[in-house]
């Protein structure tokens, strides 16, 4: 399967600063890759960078197989909103501002303009003039613009920005049915625990480098029991073939399993050896913990390295 997106050792400089260093990463068709960091960590320039708005001081990029650079028709093949946002028309209604783009893509039929309006949650607004339209309208005009063509590459900084939780929860559900329609999504985001809901994989950003990643689909199949004893639980299952890789946490065992409906299986081989199961559910994923960590431990990481060079 080729990669929808894959950056190798991706570096931008302006001057002698340099805003992104050395940042590698793949998604594939059907994922959805969340870049997440503080404010000024690079996000939005590699998301520049992958969608050909900027030339990398070094190394590559490749959507579908092509450098962006090199052969921009593959551009055709994305969608984007790149610093959220979109600039529209505010002389002309949103249903209008998505005809020009429609023109301008080629081969959008008038049934898709309403489609994604609709979709966006913004039918009744579609007569509205854009110069009246609130921040979440706006962002979320940006998504449906982004959507037109049925790309196979979506990529958006920031996308629900400013929004509603309503607006922002229909931003992350079209985000993911994209995904599960084949599209390869990449966006930038601050709202850590929606996309740890739907997410394929997320890159952590500090200072221009990706400091690390974290595969958030694996960690969804990983469920959890609370039992009276963790490591003789452990013990027991790692001897199960419907279990694929098991560890303890606390009070807790940590497992996930070689198919799910043998989660039935776990609470009755465990209490046949006499252990008792307190709880048993899915070991949910705390992303917003984990990236607090990481951040912290960069920083210190960071202010070690400084000292030893003085």
């Known amino acids: 399967m ?3 997106i894959e950056t190798t050792d991706l570096s931008k400089r302006y001057g002698k600063k340099v805003v992104v260093n050395s940042v590698s990463f793949k998604v594939k068709p059907g994922e959805v890759y969340a870049l997440v960091g503080p404010n000024g960590a690079g996000k939005t320039t590699v998301i520049r960078l992958v969608t050909g708005l ?3 001081s070094s190394g590559k990029v490749s959507l579908l197989g092509l450098d962006p650079h090199e052969k921009p028709m593959v551009r055709r093949k994305l969608g984007a909103v790149v610093e959220a946002p979109a600039a529209f028309y505010p002389y002309l209604t949103g249903q209008e501002n998505l005809q020009l783009h429609a023109k301008l893509a080629g081969d959008v039929s008038q049934e898709r303009i ?3 309006l609709e979709m966006m949650g913004l039918s009744e607004a579609k007569a509205t003039k854009t110069g009246v339209y609130s921040l979440g ?11 037109l063509t049925k790309p196979e590459v979506l990529i958006l900084d920031e996308p629900a920005s400013g929004m ?3 607006s922002l929860h229909l931003v992350h559900t ?8 084949g599209a390869a999504v990449l966006l930038s985001t601050h709202h850590l625990d929606e996309v740890v809901a739907y997410c394929s994989s997320v890159g952590i950003m500090e200072e221009g480098r990706l400091i690390d990643e974290v595969d958030i689909a694996a960690r969804r199949e990983r469920y959890r029991a609370k039992v009276s004893d963790a490591l003789k639980a452990q013990q027991i299952l790692r001897g199960q073939d419907f279990i694929k890789q098991v560890g303890t946490r ?3 065992v940590i497992f996930t399993l070689s198919h799910p409906y043998a989660l039935s299986n776990v609470v009755g081989v465990l209490t046949t050896q006499g252990i008792n199961v307190l709880g048993l559910g899915p070991d949910v994923f705390n992303l917003r913990a ?3 960590d990481r951040l912290s431990t960069s920083k210190q990481d960071s202010s070690r390295q400084e000292s030893a060079v003085a």
Do not use: H, K, S, W
């Not at 309208?137 to 959507?147: E, I, K, N, S, Y």
């Not at 985000?175 to 599960?180: G, K, M, V």
């Open 2 to 4: 080729t990669l929808a």
């Open 54 to 56: 900027a030339f990398p």
């Open 114 to 116: 309403q489609d994604v």
């Open 137 to 147: 309208m706006r962002q979320r005009l940006g998504v449906a613009a982004a959507m």
């Open 164 to 166: 509603d939780p309503l």
């Open 174 to 181: 079209v985000l993911q049915e994209a995904a599960q329609e």
């Open 250 to 252: 606390g009070d807790n």
């Open 290 to 292: 984990y990236y607090q």
